[in-house]
C-alpha cells in the first residue's frame, strides 16, 4: 500500500472540502476552491507498514518529533506517531544500509549509508556529492559523518552546508608497524567507529586500530592504549564509543577507566599526543568470563547526568557516579545483541538492535517498540 506524503510550500492551512455536485452545475465554484489550494505541493511517497525491520542499529528524532529508524538492510523508517512509512533505494536512498541520522539547524535529515549520504529536505531525498581531500576546518554548524562498513575508508565527511568534504587523516604513526604486522586488508585502520563532540566544541573520532583521534580546529592529535582497541585473549574491538561525562571526564567504550583530558598536547617526532591522567572507572562490573572490564557499543547521558552503556551481548549499564544497575534487554527469553542507545527530544531512552528491532525504556525496563 502506498501512502502520500503532501508538503506544501506555504504556511497555508487547507480545511476539508465537501462537495456536493448537482444537476443544475452549482458545485463547479467549490471544485475550483479546491484545485487552487494543493496546486504548489509536492508528492513524497514511501509504503505503510505495521513495524520495522529487525535490524534497527540508528534510532533519531527530528525536531518535528518524527521518529527515524535505520535498518541494516531494509532502509529507513520515519515515525508520526500515526503511521509508519517505509522508505529504500525505491525513494532515492543510494543504499539500504543505514549507518547514521542527524538534522541540521534548517531541519533538513541527513542519512549515512553504505553508499554514500543523503538528504532529506522534507521533499526528496538528494545524495550529496563528495569533494575529496577537503581541508580540515571546525565550525559549530558543520555536520560529520563516518560510514562505518565502507571498504578502505580513511577519515571523516565534513559537510559546511554547502559541500560535503571527504577528509584525509595524516598517517598515523603506527602505521608502519600496523602493515607490517597484519598485512594489506581491504579494511582500513583509520576506519571511524563513532564521532563525538565534546562540550567545548572539539570533534573526537573512535579509529577501528589506531586508537582516539582529536581535532580542536587546529590540529589533530592521538590517544592509543592496546587495551581500548584489543581484546584480551585475541580480537579488536576498536573505539566504538566516546563520552564526556558531567565532570568533564571522558569514556572511551570501556568502564575500567575513565580520562581526564589536560588541556596541553605532546609533539614527539611524527606524534601529536593528547595528555591525559587515567583513572579508575566502575568497580562491580563483571563480563561473563568474570574479567572486571565491559566494553560498550554506545553511551548516552541521560537528563539527569547518569551514564547509559550498551554492550553488543550483555545488556545495558546504568552509572550515576556511585551505584551501577543493569538492565538485561530480551526477546522473549532471549537476550538480544544491542548497537546503540538514544536519547530523544522528550528525554525517553531507546536502544538500537541487530535482530530485534528498536526498544524503548519504561522507567523500569527496555521493552520492544510497537504501534
Known amino acids: 500500500m502506498k501512502y502520500i506524503m503532501w508538503i506544501y510550500t506555504t504556511s497555508l492551512l487547507f480545511s476539508l472540502l465537501t462537495i456536493f455536485i448537482s444537476c443544475n452545475g452549482q458545485g463547479n465554484s467549490n471544485i475550483a476552491k479546491s484545485t487552487i489550494i494543493d496546486q504548489n505541493a509536492t508528492i513524497v511517497t514511501g509504503e505503510i507498514v505495521s513495524e520495522t525491520d529487525n535490524t534497527i542499529f540508528i534510532v533519531f528524532q527530528d525536531k518535528n518529533n518524527n521518529y527515524w529508524f535505520g535498518s541494516d538492510g531494509q532502509g529507513l523508517y520515519r515515525y508520526d506517531g500515526k ?49 575529496e581531500n577537503g581541508d580540515w576546518k571546525l565550525d559549530s554548524n ?10 578502505g575508508e580513511d577519515g571523516p565527511y565534513r559537510y559546511d552546508g554547502k559541500s560535503l568534504y571527504h577528509l584525509k587523516f595524516p598517517k598515523h604513526y603506527m602505521e608502519d608497524e600496523y602493515f607490517e604486522e597484519n598485512g594489506k586488508r581491504p579494511w582500513s585502520p583509520y576506519e571511524i567507529y563513532t564521532i563525538y563532540k565534546d562540550g567545548k566544541g572539539k570533534v573526537w573520532f573512535g579509529t577501528s586500530n589506531f586508537g582516539i583521534c582529536r581535532y580542536d580546529g587546529k590540529s589533530l592529535s592521538w590517544l592509543y592504549e ?78 539527569k547526568g547518569d551514564l547509559w552503556m550498551v554492550t ?60
Not at 94 to 105: A, F, L, M, S, V
Not at 142 to 151: E, N, R
Not at 347 to 367: C, I, Q, R, V
Request: aromatic content about 14%; charged content about 25%.
Open 83 to 131: 503511521v509508519i512509512l517505509h522508505f529504500s533505494t525505491k525513494n532515492g536512498l543510494p543504499n539500504n544500509r543505514i549507518r547514521g541520522i542527524q538534522e541540521d539547524k534548517a531541519g533538513n535529515v541527513f542519512i549515512t549509508t553504505l553508499d554514500g549520504i543523503c538528504k532529506f529536505d522534507g521533499k526528496e531525498f538528494t545524495t550529496l556529492p563528495v569533494i
Open 142 to 151: 558543520d555536520l560529520w559523518f563516518s560510514i562505518l562498513g565502507k571498504t
Open 226 to 303: 592496546k587495551h581500548l582497541t584489543l581484546i584480551e585473549g585475541g580480537g579488536s574491538f576498536g573505539i566504538r564509543s566516546i563520552i564526556e561525562d558531567k565532570d568533564g571526564k571522558f569514556w572511551f567504550c570501556n568502564t575500567s577507566y575513565r580520562y581526564n583530558i589536560l588541556p596541553t598536547i605532546t609533539f614527539e617526532q611524527d606524534k601529536i599526543l593528547i595528555n591525559y591522567k587515567r583513572e579508575k572507572g566502575m568497580d562491580g562490573i563483571k563480563s561473563p568470563e568474570g574479567k572486571d572490564m565491559i566494553y560498550f557499543m554506545s553511551a548516552i547521558e541521560d537528563n
Open 312 to 371: 553488543y551481548e550483555q545488556g545495558v549499564w546504568r552509572y550515576d557516579g556511585k551505584t551501577i544497575t543493569h538492565y538485561s534487554v530480551k526477546d522473549g527469553s532471549k537476550e538480544i545483541k544491542l548497537f546503540s542507545i538514544y536519547k530523544d527530544n522528550q528525554g525517553s531512552l531507546w536502544l538500537g538492535t541487530h535482530e530485534a528491532g528498536p526498544y524503548k525504556f519504561n522507567g523500569k525496563s527496555f521493552d520492544k517498540f510497537k504501534l
